[in-house]
């Protein structure tokens, strides 16, 4: 089993519409949750941090369920700027490494 | 201000002929990352420094080694490079803040190409 596992994807949504990703972890000892954003040919780059609490950054909202070792990423009123690959990030503690997921490619379609 | 820098952003390099890609930081983060990612896959973590400390993943080829001669420096050395091993080669660093939270950067990353 992957340690990070995403929907598969690729996601393809009008314009304005609410979409969800998905994203599980296997490893309980986890500690840091992230979702970084990848353009095609690009370097990922950190789209916001996931606590526990759950967190929200304008149209981009975050939730972590340690419990279902289970994280998500709301994105409302998609923009056509919002295509691209969505990667779910976990530090797992002691390690001090990042693990990916294998992303999930968004497509917003005008 | 770019942070995380890569050089060279694009490499070209015969099948077998070693090959060096350099990383460098100017944020003093004591984490520092080699990522191979391949078309339309994941970042796969190659091996990572924790100061000194060097930790290989296990799955890495031994084709693979690193160097890093300082805190803001890190290579990553291809020893006889196969057509498989061309990817975008990326870079980051992570540093752990007072409040607990993790901050990382990554550079823009080399291409690697495999003649």
């Known amino acids: 089993r992957k340690e990070v596992e995403q929907d598969p994807g690729p996601f393809n949504v009008p314009e304005g519409a609410t979409v969800a990703f998905n994203c599980t972890y296997s490893n309980s000892a986890s500690q840091s949750f992230f979702w970084y954003r990848q353009d095609c040919r690009k370097e990922p780059k950190l789209l916001m941090s996931v606590y526990s609490s759950g967190n929200e950054d304008g149209r981009f909202t975050a939730q972590l369920n340690r419990a279902s070792q289970y994280i998500s990423l709301l994105i409302r009123d998609s923009k056509l700027s919002d295509s691209a690959t969505y990667l779910c990030?976990?530090?797992?503690?002691?390690?001090?490494?990042?693990?990916f997921g294998q992303g999930t490619r968004l497509t917003i379609n005008p | 201000d770019a942070m995380v820098i890569q050089n060279p952003r694009y490499q070209v390099t015969q099948f077998g002929k070693p090959v060096t890609l350099s990383c460098s930081q100017t944020l003093n983060h004591n984490v520092m990352y080699w990522y191979q990612q391949k078309s339309s896959q994941a970042p796969k973590l190659l091996f990572h420094?924790?100061?000194?400390?060097?930790?290989n993943e296990a799955d890495t080829p031994d084709n693979f080694q690193s160097r890093r001669p300082n805190t803001s420096f890190c290579f990553l050395d291809i020893r006889s490079p196969g057509l498989g091993d061309a990817a975008m080669y990326l870079c980051a660093t992570s540093s752990r803040g007072e409040d607990g939270q993790e901050t990382q950067y990554f550079g823009p990353g080399t291409r690697l190409l495999v003649l």
């Open positions: 990030v976990v530090i797992i503690q002691g390690a001090q490494k990042l693990v």
């Open positions: 420094y924790y100061d000194k400390d060097f930790n």
